[in-house]
């Protein structure tokens, strides 16, 4: 079968021949349909994050994927249902804690592998198999777009945090903003639209563009960072009661703080590489405790997020899901799917259709 | 009356003559038995910290105080009852939402005013009035000690809100850390060793010392950070699941996620003034994402964790409350209460007895 993967004396992503992978006890066989490919796949590409499977040379790419059930190997599915997968899986398969209770997004390093990003081929090749478990069932109306479920399903994690730590007063949240145009940036950002009131998105683009026209066509303000740097927004616009950090662009995590309203939360997703750089300490320590703010960190995401995901996507709007998917790759012709220009929002391998 | 306070132009607190309070509407008035002297008393002293009530030449002190109800006056407090008072009020006694609902301590600047610090005259003085609402009731035994509420309420709602921020998940910590050993720091080590396995706590002394003997005599581990500091607490202890940092020692608040476990939280108590240093802004970033930690900054309390701390207090050893008072002045010889030397811990003004 075609795979797209990465070799470790490669030079990027390209087509592999592979066996189809035959399903062990709990596993069914999945045909994929499509895989999108985000941010983490070009840090993977280019070695910044993850690595490759033990003993091989290479790595099948891909964690956003939505396929349906070939072999449901008496797993409980039904042969033809639309499946997307979850992303950790145990360890050379041996469980732990974290897998024990459903929460492998909670693990620490080194306890999980995740597909296509450590340690496990990843579900970009024509067939794939997965623990039953690990397999959220979605309508098939929602097939052509299941690879966004498992994006929202990080921000549904991101929110469930980063909303918990409000709990213990009475929130009366209205503005909310996002630092980060590319795919899971506007996803969220029409998501937190639903929440509140005013919604600010952060990037760094000349217009036109096509990001910052979703950003119009939501309705939400853009925010152009090279003029307004992320501490500056209340100075130019408002200060917010909710960041949702998807750039992982360092000083952002300190400038989230400066960014917030009093009572604010920040969450804070992006994987930025070490960095030394110059903050106010006193200020940042001061702010964070005189106004109860908080900075939570979220990653990767579990089965309840997923299926809270599916909803979420069966209520976004058609022309946004569209708008966001700007290529789809054939696997004899991936090159464009992996190409990152500002016209490029979300790349989507197709290996079939419904 | 006699009081203790600053004067704008004097150098230190100083025995004042007032003219006793007269409580007005939903106002008791309250017979003071004890205050304590605190950090923030100290900012407030120094001027780094607070102001004075507009138009007065002079700010009496003290927010830890106890006292007896000496003309209920209508409020529906019994004569002789022993109340400690919450520490925010209305700005020139005009409401707001946050003090609509009951949660002041989530007020922005600008919002309230707090006694002894901020707008209003402190407690430090042998009678005061406040709101009945404002004055929470405490078993007679515990009068001795009811100074010990006020701050025990900061680390209740400090530990409410941390904990919180783990609610998403199953969290199972084991271990905590405190940073700081002044009596805010030895009262929430002893509150944290009914909750954790292991408690930590961290402070800059050599022994013989009577913070670290109280460590010592609680069964928790002393660190001195000459010899680690707090980011390298794993490599010489362990990472912790919670840090509860009460120092104002502002390269804590960045060391603090170094120091904890995956999916641990750090709550942030102190005040630093502006100090700019370098970080590895990067790896902070990247840590606090890839293992879902949480940082949450608090301040104040409101009536329910006065209302918790009654219960906290109640259940406290003896021989800690006592080893904690180290210095009990008279308001006609106050200047040992303000000593700042490394054998005082708690230094409190005693006005009267029950």
């Known amino acids: 079968m075609k795979a797209i993967g990465v070799r470790r004396d490669g030079d990027g992503p390209e087509l592999l021949e592979k066996d189809r992978p035959t ?10 349909l499509r ?25 099948v790419l891909g964690h956003e994927a939505v396929g349906v059930v070939e072999e449901p190997n008496g797993t409980g599915l039904d042969e033809g249902q639309v499946v997307v997968p979850t992303v950790r899986r145990k360890p050379d ?4 804690e974290y897998f024990r209770r459903g929460e492998p997004d909670m693990a620490p390093e080194g306890e999980y592998f995740e597909r296509g990003i450590v340690g496990e081929h990843g579900f970009m090749a024509e067939y794939f198999t997965s623990p039953a478990d690990f397999l959220v069932p979605v309508p098939e109306e929602l097939a ?16 469930e945090h980063a909303f918990a730590t409000r709990e213990p007063f009475e929130w009366r949240p209205e503005s909310a903003c996002v ?47 090279r ?21 992982g662009f360092a000083p952002h995590s300190v400038q989230t703080v400066q960014a917030l309203a009093p009572n604010g939360v920040g969450a804070l997703l992006g994987i930025p590489e070490p960095w030394d750089f110059e903050i106010d300490g006193g200020a940042l320590h001061n702010e964070i405790v005189l106004h109860n703010k908080c900075l939570i960190g979220t990653v990767n995401s579990h089965i309840k ?19 966001l998917i700007t290529t ?24 079939d259709t419904l």
């Open 23 to 32: 399903p062990g006890p709990g596993e069914a066989l999945v045909r994929t």
């Open 35 to 59: 895989v999108g490919v985000d941010g983490t796949d070009h840090e993977v590409i280019g070695g910044a994050h993850g690595g490759y499977p033990e003993g091989e040379d290479h790595m």
């Open 93 to 96: 398969g041996e469980t732990n």
């Open 144 to 159: 052509e777009y299941g690879l966004f479920i498992e994006p929202i399903s990080i921000t549904e994690k991101a929110n």
């Open 179 to 225: 630092l980060g145009n590319g795919s899971l940036g506007l996803l969220t950002l029409w998501m937190l639209q639903q929440k509140f009131d005013r919604t600010y998105c952060v990037g760094r683009r000349d217009r036109p563009d096509p990001t910052v026209d979703i950003i119009d066509e939501l309705g939400s303000t853009y925010i152009d960072s």
């Open 227 to 247: 003029e307004t740097p992320v501490d500056e927004i209340p100075a130019d616009h408002e200060s917010v009661d909710y960041v949702y950090e998807a750039t």
């Open 305 to 323: 997020h997923f299926e809270y995901a599916v909803e979420t996507l069966s209520e976004a709007p058609k022309w946004l899901l569209d708008d």
């Open 328 to 351: 789809v790759a054939d696997p004899t012709d991936v090159a464009p799917a992996f190409e990152n220009g500002d016209d490029q929002i979300k790349a989507v391998v197709e290996f």
